[in-house]
């Protein structure tokens, strides 16, 4: 089955920075808005970035100014350049399309902010 695949997380301290990839291998959402979602612990999943197909940007107001999202297009890699990273940023981080297909959750990748 296609899913998504994440890359990128990783260990690092407070104000540092990360990006993320997410590969679509097999698969081509060109028309298909895409987003970043993150869950940490104890936390239901959550939005906090997404991208149109013509590339017109959202974020949630916890990572505006920090996060930016990007992709290539015709769509095969979406990113998340993370900068000024903060404790309570640390979550398992995936990609989907917005609003989210439940068949299509890949594993994430663990991102841990030290402060």
């Known amino acids: 089955q296609v899913r998504p695949v994440e890359s990128g997380g990783g260990l690092v301290q407070a104000g540092e920075s990360l990006r993320l990839s997410c590969a679509h291998s097999?698969?081509?959402?060109?028309?298909?808005?895409m987003g970043w979602y993150r869950q940490a612990p104890g936390k239901q999943r959550e939005l906090v970035a997404s991208?149109?197909?013509?590339?017109?940007?959202t974020y949630a107001d916890s990572v505006k100014g920090r996060f930016t999202i990007s992709r290539d297009n015709p769509i095969t890699t979406v990113y998340l350049q993370m900068d000024n990273l903060k404790p309570e940023d640390t979550a398992i981080y995936y990609c989907?399309?917005?609003?989210?297909?439940?068949?299509?959750w890949g594993q994430g990748t663990q991102v841990t902010v030290s402060p």
């Open positions: 989907n399309i917005v609003p989210s297909l439940h068949t299509y």
């Open positions: 097999g698969a081509t959402f060109s028309f298909y808005d």
């Open positions: 991208i149109s197909s013509d590339g017109g940007t």
